[in-house]
């Protein structure tokens, strides 16, 4: 993202994510002098409407006034936030894959967890006993199923 807003033609350009072309966006001097001020535009972020010139025409201009603000990325610091809360009564399990079925509610959920903790399950549920399952998971990317905390 760039702009110009002293120049004979007041402009923002960007890369068109959907096409991978620059679009120009075209500004009047005013709104882009009382939006800008003297920013730079290393990490800011804009958001606005613009309106092509004509239906087939490549010129686009700015419709009210761009909002500009910067993006803040935050990082999650502690592993217990990447755990999710599971609570629900379990109504299928199958020991070979680790997918199982419970209801929350009345509405099913599905989930992959450890296999042999479904075998488990699956041997409960064959036996006509009542499972539920309860606790904090969190998804392991390498095992790729929710193993309990």
Wanted: include cysteine; charged fraction near 25%.
């Amino acid at each position: 993202m760039h702009w110009d807003a002293v120049g004979p033609e007041p402009q923002f350009r960007f890369l068109d994510s959907t096409s991978l072309r620059e679009k120009t966006i075209y500004c009047d001097a005013e709104t882009m002098r009382l939006v800008l001020g003297n920013q730079s535009f290393e990490k800011h972020h804009i958001e606005g409407k613009a309106t092509q010139l004509n239906p087939t025409s490549d010129i686009w201009l700015c419709v009210g006034r761009p909002h500009i603000f910067q993006k803040y990325q935050v990082s999650v610091s502690s592993p217990a936030s990447q755990s999710k809360r599971i609570q629900g009564q379990v109504i299928e399990s199958d020991g070979e894959t680790g997918q199982i079925v419970y209801l929350v509610r009345g509405k099913r959920s599905y989930l992959t967890i450890e296999p042999a903790l479904a075998k488990e399950m699956a041997e409960a549920l064959s036996k006509m006993q009542t499972v539920e399952i309860n606790g904090e998971y969190r998804y392991d990317r390498i095992k790729r199923y929710y193993t309990k905390d």
